[in-house]
């Protein structure tokens, strides 16, 4: 065999190893990128998409609500601390705490290195979910404005610690306890509601709130639904105008309906003159959670108390 010839065929092996070669970390390549692990990535109720590498494992609830969410979902076990007033279920009572809604203990959240902050959108202070962000922790924003909301809540948060079967199942459970509800109440005669969500200074919820539409699943009428905020200040004299049928109060404990005491006092209110004045405990109600749908039970209840005394 000529020089030439052993020359072109050993080029020829040459190029048939790199091409192999290639072949085989191109393979490699594509199996890498396959098993690489994917970003979980949902939206928050602030509209803004929330990513993390994996799932969550150290995770923090700056309000009761939210962590009664996580528990929900299925993510309790990897809750690492929340806030003051975080007592359900009976294991968050446990948790380290982190400051209160209103004001964190940041160096309380950062010695506990979360790798999610589940925030209220509205009730915790801005500019410290604000540095928390700005020093890279993943906040997810929470505030459940609809039923379906706490259902979507649910999902996502289960996305987010891999605790997806979980979640779903709450979410679907709680989907199907408001839509018996609502069956119930479909066709119950309207009844006027005055719903004191704070005595001093007197507060009301407008029809945007949750509260409102638990009120409306029970065929109620918030008489201060068309009010533009959220959570508006009124007098006395607005509720004496509005005469509503029922009032109902959560007051500040879970058997503390001294709220109710003061409207005792007017009795040109029909509220008070029929003895509608009706307690429904905080946590069943005041919270965003599965747990709203047995205080929409107990106001349904109130407020078939108060058709039948007509």
């Given at each position: 065999m000529s020089g030439a010839l052993r020359h072109r065929q050993r080029l020829v092996g040459f190029f048939c190893l790199v091409a192999?070669?290639?072949a085989s970390a191109a393979l490699r390549a594509e199996e890498s990128v396959a098993h690489a692990p994917t970003k979980i990535c949902v939206t928050d109720d602030a509209r803004r998409e929330v990513c993390l590498a994996a799932p969550a494992r150290r995770i923090i609830a700056l309000s009761p609500g939210a962590t009664e969410l996580l528990y929900a979902a299925g993510a309790g076990d990897f809750m690492v601390g929340a806030v003051a007033f975080s007592d359900f279920p009976e294991a968050a009572k446990k948790l380290p705490r982190v400051g209160s809604y209103k004001r964190l203990d940041m160096e309380a959240v950062l010695a506990l290195k979360p790798d999610l902050i589940v925030a209220w959108r509205s009730g915790n202070p801005m500019p410290q979910t604000e540095r928390l962000e700005a020093l890279g922790f993943p906040i997810y924003f929470s505030e459940p404005l609809r039923f379906e909301g706490v259902s979507a809540t649910l999902e996502r948060l289960s996305?987010?610690?891999?605790?997806?079967?979980f979640g779903q199942q709450a979410a679907n459970n709680f989907r199907d306890d408001i839509a018996a509800l609502r069956q119930k109440y479909a066709n119950a005669s309207p009844v006027g509601v005055f719903y004191e969500v704070w005595q001093?200074?007197?507060m009301t919820v407008n029809d945007t709130h949750l509260i409102s539409q638990a009120i409306n699943v029970c065929g109620g009428v918030n008489v201060f639904g068309d009010l533009?905020?959220?959570?508006?200040?009124i007098s006395q004299e607005a509720v004496l105008a509005?005469?509503?049928e029922a009032i109902v109060v959560?007051?500040?404990g879970e058997a503390n309906a001294k709220w109710l005491e003061?409207?005792?006092?007017f009795s040109a209110l029909q509220a008070v003159r029929?003895?509608?004045l009706f307690f429904v405990p905080p946590s069943s109600i005041q919270r965003p959670s599965p747990s709203i749908a047995e205080g929409v039970r107990i106001l349904c209840q109130h407020l078939d108390v108060a058709r039948e005394k007509r």
């Open positions: 192999a070669m290639s996305s987010l610690a891999g605790t997806d079967a001093e200074p007197l533009p905020t959220l959570a508006p200040r509005a005469d509503p959560s007051g500040m003061p409207w005792k006092a029929r003895d509608n």
